[in-house]
């Protein structure tokens, strides 16, 4: 089993799906370095699911179209990932520092 494999059996458990039933749609990386609330512009048609990583600096998220900044927000650490079921366009991110920050997103159905 390679890595790739592992990550999706890991998401198995996490948001209840079985793995071998996600549909990979795509990906992003959105860069968070220039400071401000940012939101993901890209969700493809149907994805209802996204893996999200953390790039170089430390992120702050909310769901449903809350106002994360630099200390208000789910910390997630830079290196780190997530996966997050629901309402992909209502997430927002903020970077905790004004450079580095980027996000790299994968969506799935």
Known sequence: MDFWDALLNAAKSA??????DLTDL????KDLSGGGICFLEQVPAGARIAYIEA?????????NE???STTVGVR?????ALWYQGELGKLRFHAETNTGAKLNVAYYK
């Open 15 to 20: 948001i209840n799906v079985d793995a071998k």
């Open 26 to 29: 795509g990906n992003e990386q």
């Open 55 to 63: 790039e170089g600096q430390n992120v702050r998220w909310c769901c």
């Open 66 to 68: 809350g106002s994360p």
């Open 76 to 80: 997630l650490l830079k290196d780190n």
